[in-house]
């Protein structure tokens, strides 16, 4: 299962919206087949292992499936894996967990079973769900799992009180910061962001066809500049600016362009983009996961308007100082430390000459239960 899991991560950013699976095929104790899902609408991940095995030479009729999710029943964009499955004459099959679709969820392991093929589910199922963390939640609630990445000093600074933040923390951790671009299906940013940086927003990883995140700009008062790069027209990939319904129709038209629209959300008490409808808005057109690199005002709001999942926070042994540095998240949360958000789960580990620390705001759910 851990070779599975191994196989299905190299489909990272490549399968949304479907989730990403791993197979390995056994007989006689030995690995006569693996393959993984490599992109939505191709071959899932057991039909990848099933042709591995037959270009091997061997016949599968007997062998046992390891596979990180449920095998589909149900006619998608390809046939059902159960149906192959049992044409392959497989004998046992060793599932992860359930697949979270309700097209799917149990009845993918029953039509296997009511062939009297055993099924045994749960084989490291805690982390085969963390694997596909964003395709859960989105098949729960079509709303994408929203990741805040920042990358502070040790006393909490994303940039000098100046505005200086080029660069907070080292090469490793920017690399870092471009898998997550290319692993996740849109990246968000505050206009402050555009107006102080002029960023790209593009994911610089050397992939080959590499997939580019789409770019939402939440900027209420559409003060994007128009030579501002990521409404350039020039650049791969398409960029959302989200402002909202308050907002001159007309005069926002200057902003349109192939590869660059600007759409109208509900507007909050203070004149700001409703977090939530956006994210819902997202959801609906098969946009499973968001990272939100700031900045600190635009993630403090993602915190208190509830829609934050995950952290993922890059820590860089300096010290800026100051009152008026700005912090990761500016914006008041908590009048009392019982109040304060907290992170679940934490976990730590060096990115070069930082520290990556990751964990979770809310408990990540991948079953209907």
Excluded at 26 to 45: F, K, S
Excluded at 117 to 122: A, C, D, K, R, Y
Excluded at 203 to 217: E, G, K, S
Aim: with cysteine; charged share 25%; proline share 5%.
């Amino acid at each position: 299962m851990r070779r599975a899991l191994h196989l299905a991560r190299l489909g990272e950013g490549w399968t949304s919206p479907n989730p990403m699976v791993g197979a390995v095929l056994l007989q006689d104790d030995r690995v006569i087949g693996e393959g993984y899902h490599h992109a939505a609408g191709l071959p899932h991940a057991e039909i990848e292992a099933l042709a591995d095995a037959r270009g091997r030479g061997f016949d599968p009729a007997g062998a046992t499936m390891v596979v990180n999710l449920e095998p589909c029943c149900h006619h998608g964009k390809t046939p059902p894996c159960t149906d192959a499955l049992l044409a392959a004459g497989i004998s046992r099959v060793y599932v992860a967990h359930r697949d979270i679709n309700p097209l799917v969820c149990g009845n993918g392991i029953r039509c296997l079973e009511e062939k009297n093929i055993e099924v045994n589910v749960g084989v490291l199922s805690k982390q085969a769900a963390k694997l596909n963390e964003a395709f859960c939640k989105w098949m729960l609630v079509r709303r994408p799992f929203v990741v805040l990445k920042a990358a502070s000093t040790l006393d909490g600074k994303i940039a000098t009180a100046s505005g200086h933040s080029q660069w907070v923390s080292g090469e490793t951790a920017r690399r870092y910061a471009h898998r997550l671009r290319h692993r996740y299906d849109a990246i968000l940013v505050g206009v402050d962001t555009v107006l102080c940086d002029d960023p790209q927003l593009t994911c610089r990883l050397a992939y080959r066809n590499c997939r580019q995140p789409l770019r939402v700009i939440l900027d209420s008062h559409l003060r994007t500049p128009a030579a501002a790069k990521v409404v350039s027209g020039e650049l791969p990939g398409e960029t959302l600016i989200a402002t909202t319904e308050q907002t001159d129709r007309d005069a926002a038209r200057r902003w349109e362009k192939p590869g660059v629209r600007v759409e109208f959300f509900p507007a909050t008490p203070d004149g700001k983009v409703d977090l939530t409808a956006l994210t819902d808005a997202l959801g609906k057109r098969d946009i499973t996961s968001v990272l939100v690199e700031g900045g600190g005002r635009v993630l403090a709001a993602c915190l208190a308007a509830g829609i934050a999942d995950k952290l993922a926070l890059v820590l860089a042994p300096k010290i800026v100082g100051g009152a008026d540095a700005v912090t990761s998240f500016h914006g008041a949360l908590a009048d009392t430390m019982d109040e304060a958000r907290q992170v679940h789960d934490l976990t730590v580990r060096r990115l070069g000459g930082d520290w990556l620390l990751e964990g979770y705001f809310k408990k990540p759910r991948c079953s209907p239960d």
